[in-house]
């Protein structure tokens, strides 16, 4: 396993310190949470330090995929060990229920499992992982595939009393600067926001199957609330009108290592130092991530997060759109 080190500048806008986030501040999540009055969620896997998970947990890790993962990956933490993860969480939880008052107040109550909002932002590290080793046909003839992992999972979550899941698809990884770095030296294979056209072209398809299964699943079990968030479109939408929302750079990396037009370079991550060419070199942050879309080339900036994040809030980009019934609508401040 190639391991994530998240030193500073990874941190530094909102928490001051690396928060475990690949981000200077806050992401998506944590903008959604605030907006409706709830703390931050914990890691699951971060449980030193008597973190409390009253209000919900996260399973996610940087670097997860949908499809098992393998000697090769980034991280070992794909969707179905993500599933597993909960299923042993919920059922230590209920063990631990009712027995020390001092335990109760860090855990979830037992209805907290059926009233709560899963979701879900997985994906599109199967795809941008995929063109390092296949075709453009063979990853889009991979996809159902992919979708059915994802399916087997929401049904396991499902069975086990889950009943509202807010599902994102995945945005144009074509414009992340990793991928343009990599795949986009022919300027022929960019779009006109100099993004990797076929990197797009695959989440666009990945998307189309994600919302077919999203509205399949709605149908299956009318008991429950599937939304699908359109996270692509407010996605390309930022970076074709970055400077309409007050960015000055839609591709360009924050915090990198090699100067415009990317400052990207894949052998030194952002906060790290390392040889080059026998030259001791670090990835720093810019001056003002404010101006940034792309935090490390990969992640985004905090304020593209906040953007994303109230864009979500609109309700514009869901289907089904907000309704008065949404158990998540709680007080938007947005």
């Known amino acids: 396993m190639k391991g994530w080190r998240l030193d500073l500048p990874n941190g530094q806008t ?8 690949p981000c200077d501040g806050r992401l998506v999540i944590d903008f959604l949470l605030d907006a409706m009055d709830l703390p931050f969620l914990n890691a699951y896997l971060d449980s030193i330090g008597l ?3 009253r209000e919900g ?3 996610a890790a940087a670097g997860s995929t949908i499809r098992p993962a393998n000697a090769a990956s980034v991280s070992p933490f794909s969707f179905g060990v993500q599933v597993n993860q909960f299923l042993r969480f919920k059922k230590r939880v209920l063990q631990l229920l009712g027995k020390d008052k001092e335990i109760d107040k860090y855990l979830p109550m037992e209805n907290f499992f059926e009233k709560g909002l899963y979701m879900f932002d997985i994906g599109q590290n199967d795809l941008a992982g995929a063109f390092y080793s296949k075709t453009f046909d063979e990853i889009v003839a991979s996809i159902p595939s992919t979708l059915l992992e994802f399916e087997t999972g929401l049904k396991r979550l499902y069975d086990q009393g889950a ?3 807010w599902i994102h698809n995945t945005g144009p990884l074509g414009c992340l600067p990793q991928n343009v770095a990599k795949f986009g030296t022919d300027r022929s294979k960019l779009d006109e926001l100099g993004c990797v056209s076929s990197h797009n072209q695959a989440a666009k398809i990945f998307n189309l199957q994600l919302h077919a299964l999203s509205k399949k699943l709605q149908g299956q079990y009318a008991d429950s609330n599937f939304t699908y968030v359109d996270i692509y479109t407010i996605k390309y939408n930022l970076v074709g009108n970055y400077s309409r929302y007050g960015f000055e750079q839609p591709i360009m990396a924050c915090c990198g290592y090699g100067g415009p037009p990317l400052n990207y370079d894949s052998r030194i991550a952002c906060g790290q130092t390392s040889i080059l060419n026998g030259t001791s070199v670090t990835a720093k942050g810019c001056n003002d991530s404010t101006e940034y879309v792309s935090w490390d080339g990969i ?3 905090e304020a593209a997060n906040q953007f994303v994040s109230s864009q979500i809030l609109t309700g514009k980009y869901s289907d089904p759109p907000f309704s008065d019934k949404m158990p998540f609508l709680l007080k938007l401040k947005f």
Not at 14 to 21: A, E, L, V
Request: glycine share 4%; aromatic share 30%.
């Open 299 to 301: 992640h985004y900036t």
């Open 14 to 21: 909102y928490f001051k310190t690396p928060s475990g986030r």
């Open 163 to 165: 009943r509202n899941f």
């Open 57 to 59: 947990s996260n399973f």
């Open 51 to 53: 973190p409390s998970f």
